[in-house]
């Protein structure tokens, strides 16, 4: 990801402070940004510039069209080829309780965001090398991915998301948020690291209140950040503690929000309670309650026309497709070994068409959401799975341009002392099972030469 020319702010002398993190603790950080009363202007109202200039940018790096291979059943050569591994790294997560937490693309695809728990989120760049690449050779060496960037939150970190609008051609576009342990929500610089606002929700007794969830709008307007039984909306143009809280939410600590792609102000909530909501952000209202999950809700995406939504949740079994031309009608559910508390991303290709997602076990299952569609409220089987990790893959991220596939993996493990041979066996099988990393995957055509170089 390289950084494009600056960009002036519109108004100088509300210019927000911008602080380092590497040295300053999470207190600090709320003392030096508690006067801050407006994020640069440009960040919003440069949104129709800086889609133009994201569609430039993929067309000026040559991106090639080479579809997802992988998923093509219909090709017998293909039906049991596994993707290809490219690039992977471990080193970032040496210890056993340094595992990873999800992942997630850029919306300019130049680089992709990792969380852990170790409380850093990580900015990874895209390897140069897939720009121009068509194919690849299942026989080159795995390379080492190292990240470019990192920051530190002051306590466990309980979501994460990139701006909707992010152009790495556009540097103030360039930003992601986070909701931290007794922190306010904090909206870093991908190109630097450094904190550039805060915005600070506060609780009946007026102390600072962390969020458990966050969402942009589509648009990058607003900042969707959810409590316990409650949703507050942040101006993302104008940090501090003015926002607008929500209607009625349905009970629970709100655990996910999914904004809508297709219906303005139309956004999901999802909680620890098993229910989703959707809500009208303009009236604040309910519209429906949806209930059909075993566990918390831990993850929920729409489709791209909004006419579906998938959801996911905690030591639950099933992703659920739910219809919203019928609010209450699952369209299908697909099985996933979920067999923890963890949340466990899943994801969408561009087209809409397959849907993945990690599992406890450390494999990917793939399924055609198409054909589905035929065989309403039937469980589905996968059209495609691979092992991608010894330990749970709890992230999964597909590129909107490329035909690669980012996973990362690792869980809490607990191990156990015993004096008994047949436990102490058993544990060694547990620690081997240990795996902290991220992997980039090739799911394109494959190549029996060498590597396409530039």
């Not at 996911?312 to 067999?339: A, T, Y």
């Not at 620690?431 to 530039?454: C, R, T």
Request: hydrophobic share 30%; charged share 25%.
């Amino acid at each position: 990801m390289e950084t494009g020319p600056e960009v002036p702010l519109n108004d100088p002398p509300q210019e927000l402070q911008i602080s380092p993190i590497s040295t300053k603790d999470n207190s600090q950080i709320q003392e030096e940004t508690s006067g801050v009363s407006k994020v640069e202007s440009d960040l919003c109202q440069d949104e129709e510039l800086g889609e133009q200039d994201s569609l430039k940018d993929f067309a000026s790096t040559e991106v090639i069209s080479v579809g997802y291979q992988y998923f093509n059943c219909d090709e017998k050569s293909n039906s049991n080829r596994e993707p290809i591994l490219t690039f992977q790294d471990f080193s970032e997560f040496k210890t056993d309780e340094c595992f990873t937490k999800g992942c997630k693309w850029a919306p300019d695809g130049l680089c992709f965001l990792t969380n852990s728990n170790d409380n850093k989120l990580r900015v990874w760049d895209l390897p140069q090398i897939f720009h121009s690449s068509k194919e690849w050779d299942k026989k080159t060496d795995i390379s080492s991915l190292h990240p470019s960037l990192s920051m530190k939150e002051g306590g466990l970190i309980y979501d994460f998301c990139w701006y909707p609008l992010m152009n790495s051609w556009n540097p103030v576009t360039c930003c992601l948020a986070s909701a931290s342990r007794d922190s306010p929500v904090h909206l870093w610089d991908a190109f630097s690291g450094e904190l550039r606002a805060t915005y600070r929700a506060y609780n009946q007794v007026d102390e600072v209140e962390a969020a458990r969830s966050i969402a942009f709008d589509c648009a990058g307007e607003k900042l969707y950040c959810g409590f316990k039984n409650c949703v507050k909306i942040f101006d993302v143009s104008l940090p501090g503690r003015q926002c607008t809280a929500s209607g009625d939410i349905q009970n629970g600590i709100v655990s996910c929000i999914a904004v809508s792609p297709a219906i303005q102000s139309l956004f999901a909530v999802g909680t620890y309670m098993r229910t989703i909501g959707l809500y009208m952000e303009n009236t604040g209202k309910a519209l429906c309650i949806l209930q059909g999950h075993e566990g918390g809700i831990t993850h929920m995406k729409f489709s791209e026309d909004g006419l579906r939504l998938l959801s996911g949740g905690r030591k639950d079994s099933e992703i659920l497709c739910w219809d919203l031309r019928e609010p209450g009608k699952i369209l299908f559910s697909v099985p996933r070994p979920v067999m923890t508390h963890q949340r466990i991303y899943f994801d969408l290709t561009a087209d809409g068409k397959y849907l993945l997602s990690g599992t406890s076990d450390g494999m990917v299952h793939v399924w055609d959401t198409s054909a589905a569609l035929y065989e309403e409220g039937n469980l589905k089987e996968t059209v495609k799975a691979f092992k991608a990790h010894k330990d749970c893959t709890n992230g999964i991220s597909i590129h909107q341009h490329y035909p690669l596939l980012v996973t990362c993996s690792g869980q809490r493990h607990y191990m156990e002392r015993s004096d008994s041979e047949d436990e102490t066996e058993k544990g060694a099988e547990s620690y081997n099972s240990i795996e902290n990393s991220i992997k980039l995957w090739w799911l394109g055509n494959e190549k029996l030469n060498d590597v396409m170089e530039d």
